[in-house]
């Protein structure tokens, strides 16, 4: 994890309004973008290439980034790449050709796009990327990271296992939902996750398989762990969509999830806090998919080349069953 360049960088938890408050950098030379009125009508326009819509939770991610981006009267240029990189790439050449004034997105995975950021950067257009990371030696390819600290995710996630299991000697045997290959969530929340996990011998991952941060997939993996292990203690999901597909398959086989297989989720969506309220999921680590009106404030800044954190993160909680009732009426996604 250290050689990643955004995971040496140690920041404060941030919000919008607190952005001004940090040590900035200014634009690096050749990269202050254009003149924040890129479009016929003068608005800022923003280029944004999103992953897809694999889960509730990038469905409520999208909706965030729009509502903004009209709140804040940017004229915001979106393409859906259905989880496939080489989409993505095609979209940002698309919005480089376009001269849009700054380009945003969410990559699919973490390598492999050091040549379409050396473009955007020779033409002058910073660069946010928004909750997924780039694996790249070259930090000055984009301006500023905009999302959660997946590593912690998954290290909250580990604490609370731990914590659950403190009383027994094991083993413990734990079964884990990757999300997709090859992305920085997948492998932080798996690396930060086994960090704590592998402090005490009694814990066992018995099986680790991508999900594809889909329902159907999870359910499909899940089915799959079922037939060939017969004492599992413990799912970990790396996202809510695939716990509950997971859930379908434990109940499917005669198992009470939360119960006879302890369910740890991460995301929050409405879906999981009512599996909470049901027993069903026994704790979820938050990751906030509101980032739109902090992505629309990162914009306007670069734009103007003004100088923003290197990192900026959201802040989120960790919510077990006992708190789930409370805090469902008021998750907006």
Known sequence: MAHRALRVITAAVLTAGALTACTTEPAP????????KGSSSGKLVLGFAQVGAESGWRTANTKSVREAAEKAGITLKFSDAQQKQENQIKAIRTFIQQKVDVIAFSPVVESGWDTVLKEAKSA????????????????????????????????????????????????????????????????DRKAGFAEFVGRESKFKIVASQTGDFTRAKGKEVMQAFLKSHKDIDVLY????????????????????????I????????????VAMREKKINVVVECNPLLGDQLMELAEKVAAGEGVPRRVEVREGVFTQDQAAAALPGRQY
Do not use: C
């Open 237 to 260: 999901a790396h996202n809510d969509d695939m716990a509950l597909g997971a859930i379908q398959a434990i109940e499917e086989a005669g198992k009470r999830p939360g119960t006879d």
């Open 124 to 187: 002058g257009i910073p660069v946010i990327l928004t909750d997924r990371a780039v694996d790249s030696q070259d930090t000055s390819l984009y301006r500023t990271f905009l999302g959660s600290d997946f590593v912690k995710e998954g290290q909250e996630a580990g604490k609370w296992l731990v914590k659950e299991y403190g009383g027994t000697s094991g083993p413990v045997n734990v079964v884990e939902l990757q999300g997709t290959t090859g992305s920085a969530p997948a492998n």
């Open 29 to 36: 030379a050749g990269t202050a973008g254009g003149t924040g």
């Open 262 to 273: 302890k369910v740890i989720s991460v995301d929050g969506i409405r879906d999981a806090f």
